[in-house]
């Protein structure tokens, strides 16, 4: 018998086993480790959160930004009436010029001229809001044949209402006396201007449209504020 015959197998003659990363990919469906060596179950359980934590962020996020963009998206909700104006809804009825239609028609008006207050509504709008159909201001409203004269009744002294005196015929500020003719022209020296008239038109059969402003006071002029 050989020498070579007789020789117990060396230990480098064993072939080497496969390392744990070569063995570990694939080798049974039931295998509960991936490759880095990481159990396949965790991974699942990670993959979840991260999604569910995704969603939590993303709903309240999308909601947000649809509030916050609400103003810019949201659609009017004008329409337009016959006449070519436009009309809010629940609303005034305003035209391109800042004409509101009064609900009050000019044959409501007393024929003499006596004056009529009126409480002006406008809807105030800001960004975020819409207030429907909000008092701004009250006039002095006058029939003078097929037309209308109206004036602010805020005070171009220092803003009182200016209140109409029928006894006297003419128009009174009781904070400093200041008294005007019924076509707004003072009567003594107190204002520093006639009483502040508003554009008015009649319309629509009837209608009157008015455009409502107020003015600076303690001025001589007449100025938009
Ligand atoms: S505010 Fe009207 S008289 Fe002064």
Known sequence: MSENQ?????????????????????TSPSDESDCSGKPRRNFVV??????????????PAAIGGLFFLDPLVRKGDKQADPAGNSEDTGGVVKDAQGFI??????DALPEDGTPVRYTVRDDIVNVWNKFPNQPIGSVWLRKIQDQVLAFNTVCPHLGCAVDHRPSEGDFYC??????????????????PRAMDTLEAEVRDGGRIWLKYQEFRGATSEKVPV
């Open 101 to 106: 239609r009064l609900t009050l028609g000019i």
């Open 6 to 26: 007789n020789a117990t197998p060396d230990a480098d003659d064993t072939p080497p086993a496969e390392s744990a990363s070569e063995t570990c990919c694939g």
């Open 46 to 59: 990670e993959f979840a959160a991260a999604a569910v934590g995704a969603l939590v962020g993303i709903v």
């Open 174 to 191: 009781p904070c400093h006396t200041s008294a005007f003719d019924l076509d707004g022209k003072p009567l003594n020296v107190i204002p």
